[in-house]
T-cell receptor, first 113, second 108 residues
Framework: SAVISQKPSRDICQRGTSLTIQCQVD?????MFWYRQQPGQSLTLIAT?????????ESGFVIDKFPISRPNLTFSTLTVSNMSPEDSSIYLC??????????FGQGTRLTVV | KNEVEQSPQNLTAQEGEFITINCSYS?????LHWLQQHPGGGIVSLFM???GKKKHGRLIATINIQEKHSSLHITASHPRDSAVYIC??????????FGQGTRLTINP
């Protein structure tokens, strides 16, 4: 199994500001994933982050709004930039361990006011 | 039609009842995950299945690849089982495709 530590667990931010969410995995993983879960909805993939290369973004998500870093095989950050109330969501990071399945962080509950 | 459908969307039961949550899908998969999400937002991976049946404590997960159907069962349910249960599909090495979730409430 794997443990993924995600922080912050929650934050309330002013519109127009940016928030960086961090995820630390206790094992080396090739790919990490960032998801958004809007209220009452299922998870939507924002991007896939590979170490040493640019993140791959899903349709509807762009690097300028959600820049991602992946400096090594155990760590990644997602920044939510120039926030608006529509960005209020739970953000989750995830990693796959071969044969062991998918593991998730504790989630970051973001409220933009 | 969604690639993965869960039923029911909401389920309320009394403590001790046997719970079944269903997941049907329409695509070929390499694995199916059952996930549990508590109100704080964090997600715990309960099972990863590619065939047959798995059991962990009071939880049992089954999958029928031919019928493209999986079930999650909870025996002797308890209020602490109250959560959203999510079925997620993996196709090969692709990203996960998530069901809409089943909100389970167990009353004492």
């Amino acid at each position: 199994s794997a443990v993924i530590s995600q922080k912050p667990s929650r934050d309330i931010c002013q519109r127009g500001t940016s928030l960086t969410i961090q995820c630390q995995v206790d094992s080396q993983v090739t790919m990490m994933f960032w998801y958004r879960q809007q209220p009452g909805q299922s998870l939507t993939l924002i991007a896939t982050a590979n170490q040493g290369s640019e993140a791959t973004y899903e349709s509807g998500f762009v690097i300028d709004k959600f820049p991602i870093s992946r400096p090594n095989l155990t760590f990644s950050t997602l920044t939510v930039s120039n926030m608006s109330p529509e960005d209020s969501s739970i953000y989750l990071c995830s990693a796959d361990l071969a044969g062991a399945g998918a593991f998730f962080g504790q989630g970051t509950r973001l409220t933009v006011v | 039609k969604n690639e993965v459908e869960q039923s029911p969307q909401n389920l309320t039961a009394q403590e001790g009842e046997f719970i079944t949550i269903n997941c049907s899908y329409s695509v070929g998969i390499s694995a199916l995950h059952w996930l549990q999400q508590h109100p704080g937002g964090g997600i715990v991976s309960l099972f990863m299945l590619s065939s047959g049946k798995k059991k962990h404590g009071r939880l049992i997960a089954t999958i029928n690849i031919q019928e493209k159907h999986s079930s999650l069962h909870i025996t002797a349910s308890h209020p602490r089982d109250s959560a959203v249960y999510i079925c997620a599909l993996r196709q090969g090495a692709q990203k996960l495709v998530f069901g809409q979730g089943t909100r389970l409430t167990i009353n004492p």
